[in-house]
């Protein structure tokens, strides 16, 4: 079975504070990916890695940033938090092979941001 | 521009009756179609897809059927179980690279009346 775990499930942290959200996969996923999610929005992408070190924007990138430093594991990086970036987060992961698009996520990350 | 479209916000059924939630999409390049259920505080998990070469996907009691000419898919839950009673993303992916970047529609809250 697939695992992917996130650091934690809720957090809660002041305006213009940095935040770290990890996650790690023990499955050698090649693929990891950050939404957040909120409601009437459905999953939004923020970033996504494809490798080791290697990064991409996805749909509402600004105000985030990520890390890969190893292949199990990818940070989401709030550089200082705002209350508009109070959001349930979620990571994913999938592999890159074949036809296998699944992706696969984790428990989920509530931040909330005063 | 939101390619892919859950038009019904939520849907309200009983128990051991069908579950039909409908999902619309606007890119033909999409290839690849996936539908997850999400639980409050917890992270989606996959529960089924279906390939454009196909036109329906059967497990268990979850069916998801493709009409590509009107760009419509649907999942049929029969029979619903309150245990059902959950959000419900489709997700479409195909438009090229090796990261299989989904998209998301916004959700359908299916509540399941005992």
């Known amino acids: 079975d697939v695992k992917v775990t996130q650091s934690s499930r809720y957090l809660v942290k002041r305006t213009g504070e940095k935040v770290f959200l990890e996650c790690v996969q023990d499955?050698?996923?090649?693929?990891m990916f950050w939404y957040r999610q909120d409601p009437g929005l459905g999953l939004r992408l923020i970033y996504f890695?494809?490798?080791?070190?290697?990064?991409e924007k996805g749909d509402i990138p600004e105000g985030y940033s990520v890390s890969r430093e190893k292949k199990e594991r990818f940070s989401l990086i709030l550089e200082s938090a705002s209350t508009n970036q109070t959001s349930m987060y979620l990571c994913a992961s999938s592999l890159s092979a074949g036809g296998l698009k699944t992706q696969y996520f984790g428990p989920g990350t509530r931040l909330l941001v005063l | 521009d939101q390619q892919v479209k859950q038009n019904s916000p939520s849907l309200s059924v009983q128990e051991g009756r069908i579950s039909i939630l409908n999902c619309d999409y606007t890119n033909s390049m999409f290839d690849y179609f996936l539908w997850y259920k999400k639980y409050p505080a917890e992270g989606p998990t996959f529960l089924i897809s279906i390939s454009s070469i196909k036109d329906k996907n059967e497990d268990g009691r979850f069916t998801v059927f493709l009409n590509k000419s009107a760009k419509h898919l649907s999942l049929h839950i029969v029979p619903s179980q309150p245990g059902d009673s959950a959000v419900y993303f489709c997700?479409?992916?195909?438009?090229?690279?090796?990261?299989?970047?989904?998209?998301f529609g916004t959700g359908t809250l299916l509540a399941v009346q005992p």
């Open positions: 997700a479409a992916t195909g438009l090229g690279g090796a990261t299989n970047k989904l998209i």
């Open positions: 499955m050698d996923h090649e693929n």
């Open positions: 890695s494809y490798d080791v070190k290697m990064k």
